[in-house]
């Protein structure tokens, strides 16, 4: 089945929010933003060469509710307190709005922020001086520990090879192609005026509350709804928030519609990106390589503000051991304050970062003890019955060994490597090699975050007999819209042409949690195959009944309760036998886990110190596969993002606040830069995840590969692995 | 002319002729979108990397970004609006479009491919679509698109 709004959006006719009409007085509404990294902020300073009176400006002081973006910690203020502190460069300090964008441009160029600059936390290594600290004693925002059988007596055993690697990752960009925008406008409702805000988002539900909390409306006086979205990979998961509520905030003063749509530099500077970390790992194996125990300590970067870190921290760690089976493991995470833009959500969420640093720590322990690295993972790979570090038993019946073992067959691994030998030996300055990796994510909210979520989803009997899913859930490229008409369409007996998907529109539809952690299809898909049972139960049709039967009863039901609506509902209810205790970190991290093995190849040029990836195989299990081109198309997508991650992106800061916030230098992978994406499904049972795992397994593939081209003296541990950081290692091979 | 004052032009828009009044420093994009409506061609990063605002100048796709409105007097401008729907079909089974938002300057330099096929001569498919920035497929699903696409026969003057 193909894409349902595809020819829509191949032929441009899809309305993306800054495609919307301007209402009519429509305001452009644009952002004072803080010069420094951290400072305290004294007010605003506006060029008496402009009259004011045409502009509406909004700072702190019109806050109506708690100056509070509203999240785990309520930490981030909607516009930095004038008075107080900003924490970070480019945060919003006031917003200003005018009929004409070139007005309010020069307008915002117009204001001065006065601030008195404090020491800023910008190394977030480095533990911060007395002055710098803004969060407790140490600027920590979040530890967490695993812990699982006796990791000091294991690394004390005699027999034991010690390995130990320190691996770091660097900030990443989102570029979804469209910036990030938002419209609010007000209208008259029963109980009141009624705030709207349409606009680019993930969660519906999380902008609501978010309005709901800082302007202290009820919720029947806030709609939210989501327009077309291009692209969100976590960037837009809780940023729209905090631009919801500037537009509304405007909105509410000027009362008169106010867009705000940023361009490309703004959108990059303000927003948030992929957590920064460093990853040791201090690892016990014996000889003929089994793990024995791991020791991981794994720092986050926060950025200012706690917003999604707890969370990026706790899927982080559960990740960090990757998808072996290891007796003794302890995994420390921290996450700490830095005065940067928050750290947000990025596809991955923690796990891409931490498993980078386990499988490039695979191939040194590979290195260490001589083996070869397939066959040490091999070894390790987690046999059902055999538990996590959190002491989740593995079962489900994938062979990640076989998964592994496809993928290096698809790969040719064995010619190949034969070949690089040959041609390494021959050419003056071109390296080639391959590289693998084995990676699981686990699908849906971490521990007993579904559990809390406590998703919602309504289907509704239309008149004439067609049936409407409403849910939260949101498309923004990787498929929603297809997906939930197909499982409707499959479960009711539909054709495609009589399944309609609702609009996410809070006053419509019930909140079916965040699209967020790989959960759309599989919990949110779950819950249409319950409302739809739920639907049959109220027509009173037996189970299974399909298809012309459903449409006849819906129709029979409207022609005897006419103008009533027709609605059945379903709630999340947890599978019995997953059990998470949050406290401890032991237990079911995850209903169920996702899992990929990837092979790169690699040329390494020694003259420039330019990589290339020239092949690039994964194989992945992720359950049923419900769409196969779209769900081909989420791998591919999300391995070419991942080849930007390890050789290509990277965030340029200058106290806290990004330079190269421009495509022209900030450098994402087009089509002349990567390899057609070889993408292999094992078949697996039930529906799992499948939007974040292709991000775990490629920079680390592509790591081991550039270590085998270039020779094993010199491991590279860092990404983005730039020319300028592969340069002192291919020297340090040639002198070595 | 300072930046700021209003200028009239006249140009060609897929096949009628428009007039506009815009000031001097205005972008065609901009002209395209919220003086003229066709909204299908996008912003993406206002400095000629990603392609999303690719049209059509005299034959040529050119970023719309970077083009002044007063540049296209008298010239043949077409966009997205013009590729027919019916063309699109093959793109739409390979999975060339996810989030949509990169997917009409990549038609729109497909379209020019499938009119001018000489240049893949000389050229990779891979490469000459290098500056049309997509961030969601991995680019297979947009190239297995166009190839589809310039082996399907219907309309091929795409008008």
Redo the contacts between chains.
Sequence with gaps: M??L????????????I??EPMPAGCLWGMTVRSPVARGRIKGLRLDPAIDWRQFVVVDSRDIPGPNETYLIENDQPVLAPLGGESRHMHEAVALIAHVDR?MVRRAVAAVTVEVDPLPAALDYRKPPAPDQLQRGPDNLLKQLLIAKGDVGAALAQADAVIVEGIYETGAQE??????QGMMAWIEDGPAGDVLVVKGSMQCPYYVLNALRHALGRDESRVRVVQS??????GGKEDYPSTLALHAALLALKACRPVKIIY???EDMAATTKRHPSRVCHRTAVSLDGKLLAQDIDVLLDGGAYVTLSPVVLSRGIIHAAGPYYCPNVRIVGRAVLTNHVPYGAFRGFGAPQTQFAMERHMDVIASRLDIDPIELRRRNLLRDGQTTSTGQIIKGGTNRIALLDRAVKTADVENKSQEHAAFNAAHPYLRRGVGVSAVLHGAGFTGNGEVYLKSRLDVQGLADGRVEVLAASTE????TTTIFTQIAAEELGYDISEIAIAVPDTSRVPNSGPTVASRTAMVVGGLIRTACSELRQRLGLPPNTRGPEVKDAIISWHKNNLGEVLKAGAKYTPPPDVVWDEKTYKGDAYATFSYAACVAEVEVDLRTAAVRVTDFVTVNEIGRVLNP??A??Q???????AIGWALMEECRFKDGGMVNN???NYI?P?????P??RVEFMEGTGVKGVGELPMDGPAPAILNAVAAAIGLKAQPAEIPLLPEKLLPLITQEATA | VSA?DAIQVSFTLNGRSVTVEA?ASERLLDTL?YRLGL?????????G??G?CTVHMDGLPVNSCLVPTFQARGCRVE???Q?P?AD??P??????????????GV?MTAWWIRQNPSALEGH????L???????????????DGIHAWLRSTVSKEGR
Aim: net charge negative; glycine share 16%.
């Design positions: 193909h894409r709004e595809g020819l829509a959006k191949l032929t441009g006719a899809e309305r993306y800054d495609d070139e989102h570029v979804y192609i469209e910036n077309a979205t291009g692209g969100g990979f361009d490309r530099g923004m490229g990787q498929g081109t779209l081909a198309g791998v591919q997508g999300g391995v070419v993002q421009q495509l022209t994402i087009t089509s002349d830069d990567v057609p994406v | 700021s000031p979108r909204t299908g061609t996008k912003e993406g990063c206002g400095e990397e990603c999303a966009t997205i609006e590729v729907a699109l079909t793109m739409l089974a390979t999975g060339a479009t996810q989030c949509g938002a990169c997917t009409p038609v990779s498919m891979r490469a679509m290098a500056g049309n920035l997509c961030r969601c497929t991995g680019y297979d699903g947009i190239m």
